[in-house]
């Protein structure tokens, strides 16, 4: 997921070459989330991920990756829905707005899935048709297949530099593991 969406899987666009005199852009490491959008414990995530993103701004590539679990019966469709999401634009800002009502995800389910795009100016009409038609079922079907041939279990987990750390157990001290793996990529590219 990039800082403006909850999913990205396609490869970046070439980078046109530096002007003379300037030096090329850093690549940004990657921080793949894998997520949940009816689990408590990933709402719990959400201010260590603003502030990785605060604190690195485009030279960390936060990409929310679907593991939706079967303990949550609305997790499937909230994924679906976060990737519409992405499709208009509002990606991150609706999986947060999802995040921190996990409770009412739970009681209402699908409507409230809608409502929230409409309360983010988003198409909720198009919502709607989305979750019925299932255009986004392979991207989280993908994601969630990836997560479990990596070894993830449960939500959040975090990859970064092919270290994979488990948010699930225990969210503490993870964001200065984080941070640390990040220094370190960075420093490697420089």
Known sequence: MSD??????AAPAPASAPAPGTAAPRPAVVLDVWCELQCPDCRGALDDLRALRERYGDRLDVRLRHFPLEKHKHAFAAAQAAEEALEQGQGWPYVEAVLGRVEELGR????FL???AAELGL???E????LIDGRHILIVDADQAEGKAIGVTGTPTYV???ERLDGGKSQEGLRERIEEIADRLLADQA
């Open 4 to 9: 403006s969406s909850p999913t990205s899987s």
């Open 108 to 111: 209402a389910g699908e409507p």
């Open 114 to 116: 809608v409502e929230t």
């Open 123 to 125: 198409d909720a009409e």
């Open 127 to 130: 919502f709607d048709t989305a």
């Open 160 to 162: 970064i530099g092919g």
